[in-house]
């Protein structure tokens, strides 16, 4: 939210600010209980035809099927996705190719301090000895000012990923950010996934048939053994199963 020195506000107006908020996490937690049945793609029109041009979708680029339905509903999406410096090849190049054949805008954030920049502030590998702190400085904080103009934002997120995300509502309010969170595929499962992709041919990280069954960046992402959840190969052995970015 804008602060009172960085916007110029005049009294009375951080009090229309908290009202908006308050009415937006109540239309977001209504949307989520009317829409819990409805398709992925009628979820969207709705943050659609809420938000318009206030609504984004933000994409790690392990696929690209949440782009390619917003696009089916608003062509030309803003489709936001974070390049943290640390990522595989193959998620800048699926990257590069959702931009260059699907009808989206690509935009890409980085963090505020270069991998080198960050290693000097901090020293080398942040990841392996405060994973958290990376995260925030790499991920979170891009995010959170990247979205700065959007009123609402659509993940990927799928409750069969993981135990921590069994409960996330296709629409919901982001306390953190002030911001309704449209999670379109919530109810979702892998077979839903790939059943999609096969149909519309969507672009997928190539690392997803080498074994990765959740794709972030390359020092914190392992191949997953069978048998394991999608998420077992992020930050494995660390305690740690969550960026900041969901919570």
């Not at 308050?22 to 209980?33: Q, S, Y």
């Not at 829409?35 to 041009?53: H, P, Q």
């Not at 609402?152 to 309704?180: C, F, H, I, M, Y």
């Not at 069978?226 to 660390?238: F, L």
Request: glycine letters at 8%.
């Amino acid at each position: 939210m804008t602060t009172t020195q960085d916007a110029g506000l005049t009294t009375g107006e951080p009090e229309a600010a908290a009202l908006k908020a308050a009415t937006l996490k109540d239309l977001a937690e209504r949307a989520g209980r009317d829409l819990e049945d409805a398709s992925a793609l009628d979820i969207l029109r709705w943050a659609v035809d809420t938000f318009g041009k206030e609504f984004a979708v933000t994409s790690s680029m392990e696929d690209a099927v949440v782009a390619h339905l917003a696009s089916r509903v608003l062509p030309g999406v803003d489709v936001v996705f974070l390049d943290t410096g640390y990522h595989f090849e193959e998620t800048i190049g699926t990257r590069d190719a959702v931009e260059a054949v699907m009808d989206v805008n690509v935009i890409t954030l980085t963090p505020r301090q270069s991998v080198a920049e960050q290693d000097a502030a901090y020293g080398p590998k942040l990841h392996d000895r405060d994973p958290d702190l990376c995260c925030a400085l790499r991920k979170v904080k891009p995010l959170e000012e990247g979205l700065t103009g959007y009123t609402a934002w659509a993940t990927g997120l799928r409750r069969d990923e993981s135990p921590t995300r069994a409960n996330t509502p296709v629409v919901g309010w982001d306390e953190k950010r002030q911001k309704v969170k449209v999670s379109p595929i919530a109810r979702w499962t892998q077979d839903d996934v790939e059943a999609y992709v096969a149909e519309h041919g969507v672009l997928t990280n190539p690392l997803l048939m080498d074994g990765y069954a959740s794709v972030g960046c390359a020092p914190c992402t392992r191949r997953v053994a069978e048998g394991e959840d999608a998420r077992a190969g992020r930050w494995a052995g660390r305690g740690k199963t969550e960026c900041g970015l969901h919570g």
